[in-house]
């Protein structure tokens, strides 16, 4: 299966400040990446399907100018949230949509103080 | 509105003692069922993909079988190294192939 990363795997911040987390597929091109969030004891929800060369589409809910969304290259996806605030702490996941399945991310764990 | 209900919420079990977790669904069409394990602080790790009535599938200890209205996740003497959380996801036919996920059984295996 292929290996995906993310960079970093922690993160704290002000609030206020902007926090910008990497995924990289190091043997796999992905055209379609997902990023979901993961609050405590809560389920996996889906912030936003990203797709190489085109614009991110955010679920409902979701602020597309505060989770900022490039899909750069079929290797590289990457989340900004911006002006971040302490309700933005969370643990952030980035999926590629490989053939048959998905390909997960280890996950960036994001606090703001 | 396409939903995924998990149960339970959380399990202990005594190391050998075997059980099932449960994962309803309600969607519009099924395009398939996954299974994934997470440990605390990482990523979901895939278990098993279900995509039709009937079809089970195994590895190690674990065997998933899927109804037309649920999953269920059969742990056959389970150890320590079992405890984890569950997670059920669907992906709903004709649509993306973003996955909707249930909030997962916390199994917790006693030596």
């Known amino acids: 299966g292929a290996v995906v990363s993310q960079h970093p795997s922690w993160v704290i911040c002000k609030s206020g400040t902007s926090v910008k987390i990497e995924c990289r597929s190091l043997d796999f091109q992905a055209t379609t990446m997902f990023w979901y969030r993961q609050f405590p004891k809560q389920s996996l929800m889906l912030m936003a399907t990203s797709n190489e060369g085109s614009k991110a589409t955010y679920e409902q809910g979701v602020e597309k100018d505060k989770f900022l969304i490039n899909h750069a290259s079929l290797t590289l996806s990457t989340l900004t949230v911006t002006s971040a605030h302490p309700e933005d702490s969370s643990f952030y996941i980035c999926?590629?949509?490989?053939?048959?399945?998905?390909?997960f991310g280890p996950g960036t764990r994001l606090l703001v103080l | 509105e396409d939903q995924v209900t998990q149960s339970p919420e959380a399990l202990r079990l005594q190391e050998g003692e075997s059980s099932s977790l449960n994962c309803s669904y309600t969607v519009s069409g099924l395009r398939g069922l996954f299974w994934y394990r997470q440990d605390p602080g990482k990523g979901p790790e895939f278990l098993f993909t279900l995509y039709s009535a009937g079809e089970e599938k195994e590895k190690e200890r674990l065997k998933a079988t899927l109804t037309k209205k649920e999953s269920f996740l059969h742990i056959t003497a389970p150890k320590p190294e079992d405890s984890a959380t569950y997670l059920c996801a669907v992906q709903i036919q004709g649509g993306s192939e973003k996955l909707v996920f249930g909030k997962g059984t916390k199994l917790t295996v006693n030596p």
């Open positions: 999926v590629l949509a490989g053939e048959w399945t998905q390909y």
